[in-house]
C-alpha cells in the first residue's frame, strides 16, 4: 500500500508539473496581433477574404428590394403574425 501511495505521489508531481509546462507555453503568450496576421496568412493562402469584424454572413446582405436579409426575415414574420390575428 505505500508503494501504490508513493507511486501516486509521483504521478501527482508530474502531472503538476506537465500542466504547469503547457499552460506556461500556449497561446496565452502569444501576442493577439501575431495570431490575427497568421489567420490571415492562411486565409491568403486558402484564398478566403477575411472581414475586419467577422460578421453573420447574412447581415450585411441586401435583397433586390435594397432591404436587408434580416429587415426582410422581420417583415415576413409580421405577416405570418398578422395573419395569426386574423
Do not use: C, H, W
Amino acid at each position: 500500500m505505500d508503494k501504490f501511495e508513493t507511486q501516486f505521489e509521483d504521478l501527482d508531481v508530474a502531472t503538476g508539473y506537465y500542466e504547469n509546462a503547457t499552460s506556461s507555453a500556449t497561446a496565452v503568450g502569444t501576442p493577439q496581433d501575431d495570431v490575427d496576421r497568421l489567420i490571415g496568412q492562411v486565409a491568403d493562402e486558402a484564398g478566403v477574404e477575411l472581414q475586419a469584424e467577422m460578421k453573420a454572413p447574412e447581415a450585411g446582405l441586401k435583397t433586390k428590394a435594397g432591404t436587408s436579409v434580416e429587415e426582410e426575415r422581420e417583415e415576413e414574420l409580421g405577416e405570418r403574425l398578422r395573419a395569426l390575428r386574423n
